[in-house]
């Protein structure tokens, strides 16, 4: 499954947003969803559940072990207590895709939304949009992992300034090659925790261990000038060493000059490597993948 890094407009896309309140937030509803819907989940969870155990980050997985969820669509209110008093962030339930702007200011509050409609049996391996499931078992997780908690608000506070310089599509990459498709160097090998690998089948194993696809160290200009794939797994993948390389090598980076250089630019094709790129050597990732 691929999601854009940032929301879009609504156009032709699922979500009852005629009850929406002004910051495009809705409740759960949790009493509404079927049995259908929560075996949907069940299935749906023991899948990515057994994937996860070997390709993600141990952040990831400490996370998901703490919301406990595997036996069928979490309560947000209880998912709230837990990541609220571990990093002080809440989840908010939405129809889908957000503004931007309203997108950015939960973000820097530290409000989450998540989805709250869950896919249809058809759309068990591949989804166009965000559905519940990615949004929650792809995202919540990392929301415990404190460096990373910073991190995302600090996200969402650097949006303003992107809008306001025409520099969008050149934040968006961040989150798109992080919070999205993010992998990291551990001591067990490469291991995403990334919610658009984490909550894709496919992209889970391939993403670790294809031995052909690009995968670059982290490097925050790279990433702003690098275009991504919306249809298909990712061509690069930046690799970090921790999360907190997340809040050391971007939250006290200045952007504005950055998008001054290159917002005009044409963006890097990925997976064409370049003279000045570091690449991660994948037999260090041979080490342990079990």
């Known amino acids: 499954m691929e999601t ?20 495009w937030t809705v409740t759960q509803d949790w009493d509404s969803y079927s049995e259908q819907e929560h075996d949907r989940w069940r299935r749906l969870y023991a899948r990515q559940g057994a994937l996860v155990q070997h390709h993600a980050a141990p952040g990831f997985l400490m996370g998901l072990n703490r919301l406990d969820c595997a036996a069928g669509i979490p309560r947000f209110n209880d998912a709230n207590r837990l990541i609220g008093e571990a990093t002080g962030w809440q989840l908010v339930a939405v129809p889908g895709f957000i503004p931007d702007e309203t997108f950015f200011d939960h973000l820097a509050n530290r409000r989450f939304p998540v989805t709250r409609w869950i896919r249809e049996e058809h759309e068990l391996d591949y989804l166009v949009e965000p559905d519940l499931f990615h949004d929650f078992f792809g995202h919540v997780p990392m929301l415990l992992d404190p460096a990373f908690a910073d991190f995302l608000a600090a996200y969402g ?3 303003e300034r992107a809008m306001a310089m025409d520099a969008l599509d050149m934040l968006a990459r961040i989150y798109w090659y992080t919070v999205e498709f993010g992998l990291l160097d551990t001591p067990k090998g490469l291991k995403a925790f990334g919610a658009g690998i984490v ?18 160290r982290f490097d925050p200009e790279r990433v702003m000038r ?10 690069v993948y930046f690799v970090l060493d921790s999360t907190q390389q997340l809040i050391d090598g ?9 998008y001054t250089a290159y917002r005009d630019k044409e963006a890097f094709v990925p997976g ?3 003279d000045t790129d570091a690449i991660y050597p994948m037999h260090r990732n041979a080490k342990d993948q079990t």
């Open 250 to 258: 971007l939250v006290d980076l200045d952007f504005g000059p950055i």
């Open 226 to 235: 690098t275009a991504y794939a919306i249809d298909d797994f990712q061509k």
């Open 157 to 159: 506070q650097a949006g």
């Open 272 to 274: 064409e490597a370049r």
């Open 199 to 216: 909550s894709s089948a496919g992209e889970t194993v391939f993403s670790v261990t294809d031995p052909d696809v690009l995968r670059l």
């Open 4 to 23: 854009p890094a940032t929301a879009k407009s609504t156009s032709g896309l699922r979500g009852d947003y005629s009850r929406a309140a002004d910051d």
